[in-house]
Every structure is written in C-alpha cells, then in structure tokens.
Nanobody
Framework: VQLQASGGGSVQAGDSLRLSCKAS????????LGWVRQVPGKEREFVGI????????DYADSVKGRFTVSRDNYKNTVYLQMNNLKPEDTAVYSC????????????????????WGRGTQVTVSS
C-alpha cells in the first residue's frame, strides 16, 4: 500500500487546512489510518487515527477539539481537518496505516504502523 499526503501549505494562526491522504496499491480494506507529524530534530508525534468503519477515532491531547480525522473508503482517502491552527502545529504531516488486529490501546505506538506515506508541510505563522 502506498500512501501520499497532500493539502499542506502556509497559513496564519487561527486558519484552517484540510489534508488528504490517498492510498493506492495493495489491500486497503480493513486498515485503520492515522496521521503523524514531525518537526526537524524532534521525534515523530501521533496526531489522530480513524478505524476502517469511520466510527472510532483517537487524538493527541494537543489537537483534540481542533483536528478531525475522517475517511472515504470509496475514494481510498483519509482526511485531517485542522481548525484554529497554532504556530506549534507547524510540521510535516504524514499518514500511516495501522497493522491489522492492533489493539486500540496501542494505536499511538509507532511500531504498530506498517505503511508510511510521504508527508506534506504545514506552516503556521503567528
């Protein structure tokens, strides 16, 4: 499975952006998809995730209430709606697919992800 994120850009604090991540190749069915972000020199940070059915989500505390993950399985695409963006949200955002069968208590653990996509840069200025 190949994952490609898009939709990043440069915005002002308080603005919104919607990122998309399209999956292609392989078997997409049944995969929970998550978003992570990384700032140069820092560890990759879990942002949010959505299960295959689109019914269950989990978010990092730093984005809860501002970011929303959704998906369209007909389009093999997962989205990250980011509202009220802050300068500290500046990072490269990537999507990743969770290993099938992973217990939901482990969705924030990087080792549980099996496919990683190329990221898109989000820059938020104050």
């Amino acid at each position: 499975v190949q994952l490609q994120a898009s939709g990043g850009g440069s915005v002002q604090a308080g603005d919104s952006l919607r990122l998309s991540c399209k999956a292609s190749g392989g078997t997409f069915s049944g995969l929970a998809l998550g978003w992570v972000r990384q700032v140069p020199g820092k560890e990759r940070e879990f942002v949010g995730i959505i299960d295959w059915y689109g019914e269950t989500t989990d978010y990092a505390d730093s984005v809860k209430g501002r970011f929303t993950v959704s998906r369209d399985n007909y389009k093999n695409t997962v989205y990250l709606q980011m509202n009220n963006l802050k300068p500290e949200d500046t990072a490269v955002y990537s999507c990743a697919a969770l290993r099938r069968g992973t217990d939901w208590s482990r969705v924030r653990l990087e080792d549980e992800y099996i496919y990683w996509g190329r990221g898109t840069q989000v820059t938020v200025s104050s």
